[in-house]
């Protein structure tokens, strides 16, 4: 269902395609979905460690100890209105409106580099405190579990600054359109991502 | 830190090899890529193989590089079980044998990895990217470059584990590197590390080539052909492919999980510090498991082509094969924990995976009875690729039938990591696995490369192969049964085990004659190709669509792209002489590129890096990859047109060829 929505606007802009193009893009597409499947499943084994090892804190900290809710919050809102205006940068694209697909890109970049570093903040905060990676393996896997997903979401940032740059030099063109596409795509799946790591290691580690 | 430190990490003089034997294999395989440089160099051959091999992006050539290299890895691999089997049959009472026993544990350890990731695997995707793309009727695979990234990433993998043998040592903790032995504090040398990143670079590599083959097979099929009229090797590919994506990736966790401990002294499996050893086995079962289906289904897939054409029959009930394909696909996720009954998760848990594991023998059962059945009151032609199949379909079932033995969690506890597992596995892996790569490699060398095997070679090897294996791996059953446990380097004379150990010698010997009768075969078909040349495409009386193209095949596969009506569609339009029309069109083909070489080339340096702990080299790896995927996103010319007119051209000289026969 989702891969045909994402194949309609595909098609969009002053071009017309070609069928056999527009199929191309649709495997592409489809290519990506499995990609990000396989991602899922690497997450839902850290996920599955992280279950594992949540109580065994050696004598360090537990997880209501150092999560700090107020500020996990703040995070989370900045992820998801990146992924707002990532939708916004897309909707744009449908208008073809170049001008403001670079702005919302640029601000969903913004969203993302201001998430990459309140997640690095705390992770300093944490190990300049001594509670650092080594000292269980709660720990251990907290910080794989939630780095791995800040890195994602860092590589993101970084693909979108490379797509802008694209665009601005060529222009909406097919194959920027379906990179777009793409990179929406695996910006919107880190949001579920992260929604999983706010639930299951936040709310239920504060609780 | 020091600048010495800072530049060469943990590298220094000590880490080059200091044993005799370690040494002669580190100088051997430096004198064997010396030996193939000056020959590429001698012949004028660099820029040949670059232009037309190493930067293709066609799956055809991309399959045979992938077989040539699983070769390579196929003689490391057998030199280690030809000096295990040397150990095993020396090393009793006084004496001590060939080997030191770290250096046997090396050895073991080598032998597996080597022999499931870089052989088994490597032939599998060798095979998978000759057939596929034709036997589905497309002209290439779904994302053609990241093909090229995924093969020059399983070359990095190889690369870098046979350097253990020349820049410090491997890994001494088995092929799947259990801890707490494979942790730190256990193994403070480099060999996990390498083991590590071998098969992370290895692995991402097949995760590549599963998401590729995945897509290939559901979207790139030729008009016509619903998953229903799907050849059995596609569907088998399409099976194996779904598990690739879905067990791989724990595997790539698994394996940085264990890194992460390593490296950054995190604490996943220590022994303290609030680690769980036991997760890590669970892990690397939920991939390991999955990956025997994901080396065996395609095995399947392969002698349900041979049975067929060599019987001269369709393959008896299809629907119940796909199902059981499918069956296998779902079952295979459920029985991960039988590797470890003795872990103590408990009567309930061990009897529900026990119950499991003798399920899914059914859809196996299944397959073994419709080739039988194809078999039945057919016209068969006893070639190579069905001698292979018939080995198999004995010492598979024998091989089962000890599997389900295992599955039962009471007789396990008596069995466990006992010989009489090596021997059920090696069972499962050569004589399933490897006789079927044999099989389908013989069946579709004359696609690939425009003529036949030489038979008699081919019929020696097998049966060299066959008695080899029986001899090899029959005294192991009986040495399990008698207390003998896996990884032995040394066992005391009052046993009475040298005996059978000595055959199991001498049977690996048999086996290295099968391997030299191949070797042979090899050499006298390249001699005698013109008198062996396929002129028609379908050499064998083929069934499904890539017989239906000229051999070897254009790079376009099809001139005109088929239409499919039914099942074993080459054979019904072959039936009803129904002949392809020419009128030829332009074709798009991916253009070649090097990209793919350097995005594994920089992985190679990053795994390099860590491994020794040198920082730099690993960041520049990094920048490297970043770079190398920047040039590939901004370059627009990856297409090049190849036209009606060359078509025409090809496709007369070939029509031409096979009227003449």
């Keep these: ?207 | 830190m020091n600048w010495t430190e800072f530049i060469f990490g943990k590298l220094s003089w000590s880490v080059f090899p200091q044993s005799p034997i370690a040494m002669g294999g580190g100088i051997f395989m430096v004198l064997v890529g010396f030996a193939i440089i000056f020959l590429i160099t001698y012949y004028k051959k660099w820029g040949y193989l670059w232009k037309h091999w190493f930067t293709s992006l066609d799956p055809k050539k991309i399959g045979v590089m992938y077989i040539a290299v699983s070769v390579v890895m196929l003689v490391r691999g057998s030199a280690d079980a030809f000096l295990m089997r040397a150990q095993q049959a020396t090393s009793v009472g006084a004496s001590q044998g060939i080997l030191s026993a770290s250096h046997f544990q090396q050895i073991f350890s080598a032998h597996g990895s080597i022999m499931i990731f870089f052989v088994a695997m490597g032939l599998m995707f060798g095979l998978i990217n000759l057939v596929v793309p034709l036997q589905i009727g497309s002209r290439d695979v779904a994302f053609p470059f990241l093909n090229s990234v995924s093969f020059w990433l399983f070359v990095a993998g190889a690369a870098l584990i046979n350097l253990s043998l020349i820049v410090g040592d491997f890994s001494t903790a088995g092929w799947l590197s259990y801890p707490p032995l494979s942790e730190l504090a256990f193994s403070p040398t480099s060999g996990v590390d390498y083991w590590i990143w071998s098969l992370q670079i290895g692995g991402l590599g097949s995760l590549l080539s599963g998401i590729n083959f995945l897509v290939t097979i559901v979207k790139n099929r030729a008009s016509g052909m619903t998953f229903m009229r799907m050849p059995m090797f596609s569907w088998t590919v399409l099976g194996a492919m779904s598990l690739v994506v879905f067990a791989f990736p724990i595997l790539t966790a698994t394996l940085a999980l264990l890194a992460l401990d390593r490296t950054l002294g995190m604490h996943f499996f220590t022994a303290g510090g609030g680690g769980n050893m036991m997760m890590y086995v669970n892990l690397i079962w939920a991939w390991g498991h999955p990956e025997v289906y994901i080396l065996i289904l395609p095995a399947f897939g392969i002698f349900s082509e041979v049975v067929p054409v060599f019987s001269g029959k369709k393959l008896a009930g299809y629907t119940s094969m796909v199902l059981s394909v499918i069956a296998i696909v779902f079952l295979s996720f459920t029985v991960w924990l039988h590797h470890f009954f003795t872990m103590g998760a408990g009567g309930d848990v061990n009897a529900f995976f026990g119950i499991m594991t003798a399920v899914i023998a059914i859809p196996t059962g299944v397959k073994i009875f419709n080739w039988l059945f194809t078999m039945y009151r057919g016209r068969i032609r006893f070639t190579s690729p069905m001698l292979w199949f018939m080995g198999f379909v004995v010492l598979f079932t024998l091989g089962g039938v000890a599997g389900v033995l295992l599955a039962e969690p009471a007789a396990d506890f008596q069995l466990h990591n006992s010989l009489f597992l090596v021997a059920h596995f090696h069972t499962m892996i050569v004589s399933g696995v490897l006789f079927g790569y044999f099989a389908g490699f013989t069946f579709w060398f004359p696609k690939i490369f425009g003529f036949t095997l030489d038979e008699r070679w081919g019929k020696r090897a097998f049966w060299a192969w066959l008695v080899g294996f029986i001899l090899a791996f029959g005294p192991l059953y009986i040495l399990g049964f008698m207390g003998a446990t896996r990884r032995l380097d040394h066992y005391a004379a009052n046993l009475g085990w040298q005996p059978l150990f000595i055959v199991a010698g001498i049977g690996a010997a048999i086996i290295g004659l099968g391997l030299i009768c191949q070797v042979i075969q090899m050499y006298v078909s390249i001699k005698n190709r013109h008198k062996n040349r396929d002129t028609t495409g379908d050499p064998w009386g083929g069934r499904s669509l890539e017989w239906s193209t000229s051999s070897p095949p254009p790079a376009y596969n099809f001139a005109v792209l088929p239409v499919v009506h039914g099942r074993d569609a080459f054979w019904t339009a072959k039936q009803s002489g129904t002949v392809a029309a020419h009128r030829y069109e332009d074709i798009v083909m991916p253009r070649n590129s090097a990209i793919g070489i350097f995005i594994a080339g920089f992985v190679f340096l990053i795994g390099f890096g860590i491994v020794w702990h040198i920082w730099w080299l690993a960041i520049l790896g990094l920048i490297g990859e970043f770079v190398s995927m920047l040039l590939r996103m901004f370059d627009d010319d990856t297409e090049e047109i190849i036209s009606a007119e060359h078509i025409r051209v090809h496709e007369a000289a070939h029509h031409s060829r096979h009227a003449t026969i």
């Design chain 1, 1 to 207: 269902m989702k891969s045909s929505i994402a194949h309609e606007s595909l098609t969009i802009g002053n071009e017309k395609l070609p069928i056999e193009s527009r199929a191309a893009d649709n495997t592409t597409v489809f290519g990506f979905w499995m990609f990000l499947m396989t991602d899922f499943v690497l997450f839902a084994s850290l996920f599955a460690v992280y279950a594992v090892l949540r109580g065994n804190t050696f004598g360090g900290p537990a997880g209501k100890d150092i999560f700090n809710a107020p500020y996990i919050l703040t995070e989370t809102i900045l992820l998801l209105s990146s992924s707002f205006t990532c939708g916004l940068a897309l909707l744009s694209a449908h208008k073809n409106s170049k001008r403001f697909v670079v702005f919302w890109l640029g601000v969903t970049a913004l969203l993302g580099a201001s998430f990459v570093a309140m997640e690095l903040s705390e992770f300093g905060r944490l190990v300049a405190g001594g509670v650092g990676w080594q000292t269980s393996g709660f720990l251990s896997s907290y910080f794989t579990l939630v780095g791995t997903h800040g890195l994602h979401v860092a590589l993101g940032v970084v693909w979108m600054i490379v797509l802008t740059t694209s665009i601005v030099m060529r222009g909406l063109t097919r194959g920027n359109l379906r990179k777009l596409m793409l990179m929406s795509l695996f910006w919107h799946f880190l949001d579920i991502v992260w929604i999983f790591i706010f639930t299951i290691v936040y709310m239920m580690g504060i609780n």
